[in-house]
């Protein structure tokens, strides 16, 4: 470790916080429907999209109605995915030829796009036409990101209001979320990314004929713009195999940092509108401290592991793990960026996973499992946390004997009981399927490390499946029947069985009355709340998967020790 | 419920049109007329012919040139589809060897390589850089150790002095953004036209 690489982690959070508030200002204004200095270009385009599609946008929905609203729309969005894909070979746009996508293969890719995974079974430069890429990928990064910050709004919408039978109107939320937040932010950002030497073209993939004489197919494509909402969205779905790796895809260290910042950016700018929503922005800082402190305590132990390196490399004397890192990058960069891509739920990937030490490797892991809440996916991470929050003063008022309240809002059994639904999915569906694969065949043929390296790379496959993360120890063939049909039921229940009951504890909260605090009320402002809910997300998330990381990276870090190989 | 269903479909087909079609053309429209070289893929072409791109890293096996890091990129086998070959600086197939921390198969071949590169500069430590493969098997670049430790190889094939080499190496090393961020490095490709244009002259 080096101050150099210190200074550029800190860097890192002190822009962050620093553009929390002035954001969160400003999603707020969006999602209230007021005026911002884009309405003046933006007003005429969404007041012609509600008039086409029929939508009044005066009309609330009640949280069944906007639920259901939301999954028609994935239906939707799924269509259009799937059929792209069986169809790329005959449509426009396919410069490079591709064939019809294999029907597996579409339907994992489909799924893990409208979950916001984007988990990488497809190499896109081999396998996806631009068209694909550009209506099947980049409208849904828009639109799955879309989605989830609309919820996290309900959400806190719930938390909000007081006696209200409606949490807000899908359409209108995704629509402006989609015109005034997204889409701006990713045209200066598409650029921004091209001139650090991101293609953006149509063209064919280039032939060149290098300095030795060989011939090398370099594959091109509308990179930029997508990349731009992958990271901004946390969707993570690499135009390329290699993802942010790829030096198209990440030229520099610069594309590297700005690429880091844009996944948090929304995600924490969401805490902020918590905290205006319910009237005391102080609230809102508070969970993001959680976040914090839960965030740096996973940076420091990846980069400590990562620049210490493994035993094999010591006995060479060689220090720091590069294995699967590109120079440009190097430890610190490489070690960050994984520790954000799975804390929020982006899944973008600068370096192979795979090839983390294995202490290294398990933060990425522990992110994921944990439900990623720290920041997390842009709206998941946030309702996902608000779970936490529910869980964590109820606890609290366990102790003290009370029934517990939160921003002015008594919790009780309706709102723990899904609270503790929607967080249960996440082994159910993690350990589930990792211990099936394990025990077949075809599951275990994928595996492409041997010891418990292999077993760590399919409880990482459904990990990041299930948290809707979308990177992966990649060396899993996950391209078979088997884990294309087993990965997206974990996505989808990853991702819808999660959003139901969040919803129902947003229509259950916003039909309450609102409550004065009171001398008993305990404050949850404070460092005391802080701590309290980091040891509950903790608690919870090491009660439920330790048993399964001991097998995994804790005995593959032991066996590094001893000097094994396998 | 069923008033839904309209929106459903219609404004997913305009979010569709705006996000799918209107936002990537638009950008590669402007991108083009900003950046036309970046936005092409930074080509770097040598009388009249494409050699290359500035970004994306390509194999290098003669002595007299400077190579790049081992590279976990592969191809289709020829003789089985089913199959994938090994094809280092495959520019159109991505990928890392993701080869495990208690890998056997990857405590060999560093052993191999490092024996391989001892043998060639025994007067150096040989860089990590040198003998781990990239996370895209493209890396255009290597560490300034790294470029340092072949010059004696490079001097030699080429009949050049070893200080003129080492200037060559000096003048193309990028420093980090602002003195802070990512690391010092060398663009392979760059440095070896550089090179390639002084034993011209």
Known sequence: MTVIGWLQIILFCVIIVALTKPLGWYMTRVFNGERTFLSPVLRPIEAGIYWI??????????????????????????????????LQA???????????????????????????????????????????????????????????????????????????????????????????????????????????????TLGDYVEATTLEGAKQTIAVGPVASQVAIKMLGTNGGGFFNANAAHPFENPTALSNFVQMLSIFLLGAALTNVFGRMVGNQRQG??????????????????????????????????????????????????????????????????????????????????????????????????????????????????????????????????EVKMAMLAILILPLMILGWSAVAVVLPTGVASMANAGPHGFTEVLYAYSSQTGNNGSAFAGLTGNTLFYNLTGASAMFVGRFLMIVPAMAIAGALAEKKSIPPSMGTFPTTGGLFVGLVVGVILIMGGLTFFPALALGPIVEHLAMNAGNVF | MLREIRPAIVLLLVLTAITGLAYPLAMTGIAGALFPAKAQGSLIEKDGKVVGSALIGQEFKDDKYFHGRPSATLAPDPNDSTKTVSAPYNAANSGGSNLGPTSKALADRLKEDVDKLKGENPNAAVPVDLVTTSASGLDPDISPEAAEFQIPRVAKARNMPEEAVKQLVASNIQGRLLGLLGEPRVNVLALNLALDRVAAK
Request: aromatic share 10%; glycine share 12%; net charge neutral.
């Open chain 1, 53 to 86: 599609s029929g939508v009044d946008e005066k009309r609330e929905q009640h949280w069944v109605t906007y639920t259901v609203a939301m999954l028609l729309f994935h239906v939707g969005g799924f269509l259009i995915i799937y059929g792209v894909m069986r």
């Open chain 1, 285 to 414: 800082w508070a969970i993001l401290a959680v976040m914090g402190v839960l965030f740096l305590a996973g940076v420091a132990v990846t980069y400590w592991a990562e620049a210490s390196g493994t035993s094999t490399l010591h006995a060479l004397g060689l220090t720091g793990n590069m294995e699967g890192k590109e120079v440009r990058f190097g430890i610190v960069a490489s070690s960050l960026f994984a520790v954000i891509t799975t804390a929020a739920s982006c899944g973008a990937v600068n370096a192979m996973h795979d090839s983390f030490t294995a202490l290294g490797g398990m933060i990425p892991l522990i992110n994921i499992e944990l439900g990623e809440i720290i920041v997390g996916g842009v709206g998941a991470g946030m309702y996902g946390m608000l779970l936490f929050v529910i869980l964590a003063i109820f606890v609290a008022g366990l102790m003290v004997g009370r029934t517990p309240e939160y921003v002015g809002k008594k919790i009780e059994a309706r």
């Open chain 1, 90 to 200: 005959v449509l426009p746009f396919n410069p490079a030829g591709q064939g019809a996508v294999a029907e597996d293969l579409s339907f994992n890719t489909a799924i893990s796009f409208i979950t916001n995974t984007n988990w990488q079974n497809y190499g896109g430069e081999s396998t996806l036409s631009y068209l694909t890429q550009m209506v099947g990928l980049t409208h849904q990064n828009f639109l799955s990101a879309a989605t989830g910050i609309v919820l996290a709004v309900a959400l806190i919408r719930g938390f909000a209001r007081a006696s209200m039978r409606t949490v807000g109107n899908f359409w209108v939320d995704v629509t402006r979320c989609t015109l005034y937040v997204l889409l701006p932010i990713c045209v200066v950002f598409t650029l921004f990314l091209v001139s650090q030497g991101m293609p953006q």
